[in-house]
């Protein structure tokens, strides 16, 4: 979803004044939906591939150990810390079978998957964040981080190398 560009201008004035927000937060006080805000990001902030390759990214961070994954609906913000279990496709779902972290994601749900690369609350992220076709965002999956509160080196790695294959097949 590409806002128009007084709405864009609106929305990239908003994240100068407000760096550090989280973007759902921005598309609240503003009005836009989560995908709008995503697009006005800086280009070095946000990559965004296409939703077909949920179960390939999905695979992928299942590999890379300890994540949070949060859900943030506005007045709530879940979390769950813990390895992505490998999911599979049954019944309509792609199911996760885990601990902390289990459920089941409608099947051709996710519209696209952006590769955040920002600051959120003062500190240096990086995420994985699953779009739905009407522009909000299912859930984020964050890189863990080790005992200092450092963003795990092989996660960014595995991240930026996901991110870069991806972005270089087309756009979203």
Not at 108 to 132: E, H, N, Y
């Given at each position: 979803?590409?806002?128009?560009?007084?709405?864009?201008a609106?929305?990239?004035?908003?994240?100068?004044?407000?760096?550090?927000s989280?973007?759902?937060?921005?598309a609240?006080?503003?009005?836009?939906?989560?995908?709008?805000?995503?697009?006005?990001?800086?280009?070095?902030?946000a990559?965004?591939?296409?939703?077909?390759?949920?179960?390939?990214?999905?695979?992928?961070?299942?590999?890379?150990?300890?994540?949070?994954?949060?859900?943030?609906?506005?007045?709530?913000?879940?979390?769950?810390?813990?390895?992505?279990?490998?999911?599979?496709?049954?019944?309509g779902?792609?199911?996760?079978?885990?601990?902390?972290?289990?459920?089941?994601?409608r099947?051709?749900?996710?519209?696209?998957?952006?590769?955040?690369?920002?600051?959120?609350?003062?500190?240096?992220?990086?995420?994985?964040?699953?779009?739905?076709?009407?522009?909000?965002?299912?859930?984020?999956?964050?890189l863990?981080?080790?005992?200092?509160?450092?963003?795990?080196?092989?996660?960014?790695?595995?991240?930026?190398?996901?991110?870069?294959?991806?972005?270089?097949?087309?756009?979203?």
């Amino acid at each position: 979803m590409t806002p128009t560009p007084d709405a864009a201008a609106a929305l990239r004035a908003e994240l100068a004044a407000h760096p550090g927000s989280a973007l759902e937060d921005v598309a609240a006080r503003t009005g836009a939906s989560f995908a709008e805000v995503l697009a006005c990001l800086p280009k070095d902030e946000a990559v965004l591939v296409p939703g077909t390759a949920f179960a390939e990214v999905m695979a992928e961070i299942a590999r890379w150990g300890e994540i949070t994954l949060v859900m943030n609906t506005g007045d709530v913000i879940l979390e769950a810390k813990g390895d992505l279990p490998e999911g599979r496709f049954a019944e309509g779902f792609f199911n996760l079978h885990g601990r902390p972290i289990g459920g089941h994601i409608r099947e051709g749900a996710c519209a696209q998957v952006a590769f955040v690369a920002r600051s959120l609350f003062g500190m240096d992220t990086r995420s994985v964040q699953f779009l739905d076709a009407q522009g909000g965002c299912l859930f984020k999956i964050y890189l863990g981080r080790d005992a200092n509160r450092a963003l795990i080196p092989a996660q960014v790695a595995a991240f930026e190398t996901l991110r870069d294959r991806l972005a270089n097949r087309g756009p979203a």
